[in-house]
């Protein structure tokens, strides 16, 4: 089977850096997907790692260890506008669909 | 102009009622999904579609049914909904470029519905 694990909930403080891990197991592996969803609002993706190593978009970047089976979302200088839920995915091992996580909630403080 | 649509947006029913949420894409992508969201446990999936001909299970699919009447609707139909269907839905599309996998999906703005 395939399954991912990412905290409920993290805090930050306006300003600061936030990191964001996610483990998985799976069947074959083909690459982890970031996803961020404000409340009552529809996930947009954010990010995709096929290789191991760091990819940077602007402010957030997202990490792959395939030998560790684990990938971070590292989020800079945090805005408000950043607090959401953020989930973690992978494509199942048929490549047909994608496994998500069950979400990060992140909450930042002024 | 949105690229996925949901109809609609809220509903609020009552137990044994048949319930249909529509799903439209002006994406041109062959892959459409829908998933239900519950607090706490993330996006699950209850059906996909390749195509107009391809139907597929997802792990939650007991209690539903879906219909692809073209490449750009997919609608899914609770047959005598209960309250733990209550939930908010969301239909999401993907590409496929022969051989690549997905590795990003295209969210509709999600239905809230309340069973009663």
């Known amino acids: 089977g395939q399954s991912l694990e990412q905290p409920s909930e993290v805090t930050a403080v306006e300003g600061a850096i936030v990191q964001i891990n996610c483990t998985y197991q799976?069947?074959?592996?083909?690459?982890l997907s970031w996803y961020q969803q404000h409340d009552g609002g529809a996930p947009t993706f954010l990010s995709y790692?096929?290789?191991?190593g760091l990819e940077e978009t602007g402010r957030f970047s997202s990490f792959l260890s395939r030998s560790d089976s684990y990938g971070y979302l590292l989020l800079q200088e945090l805005q408000m506008k950043d607090s959401a839920s953020y989930f973690c995915a992978v494509p199942h091992s048929s490549a047909s669909k994608i496994i998500f996580g069950s979400g990060t909630r992140l909450s930042i403080r002024p | 102009d949105a690229d996925v649509t949901q109809t609609p947006r809220n509903r609020i029913t009552k137990t044994g009622k048949r319930i249909m949420l529509e799903c439209s894409q002006t994406?041109?992508?062959?892959?459409m999904y829908w998933y239900r969201q519950d607090p706490g446990l993330g996006l699950r999936l209850i059906y996909y579609s390749f195509d107009v001909k391809d139907i597929n299970k997802g792990e939650i699919s007991d209690g539903y049914s879906v219909s692809r009447q073209a490449q750009a609707k997919f609608s899914l139909s609770l047959e005598s909904a209960i309250p733990n269907q209550t939930a908010l839905y969301f239909c999401?599309?993907?590409?496929?470029?022969?051989?690549?996998?997905?590795?990003?999906?295209?969210f509709g703005p999600g239905t809230r519905l309340t069973v009663l």
């Open positions: 799976t069947s074959g592996f083909y690459g």
């Open positions: 790692n096929g290789l191991d």
């Open positions: 999401a599309t993907s590409d496929f470029t022969g051989g690549r996998i997905d590795n990003e999906q295209f």
């Open positions: 994406k041109g992508h062959d892959r």
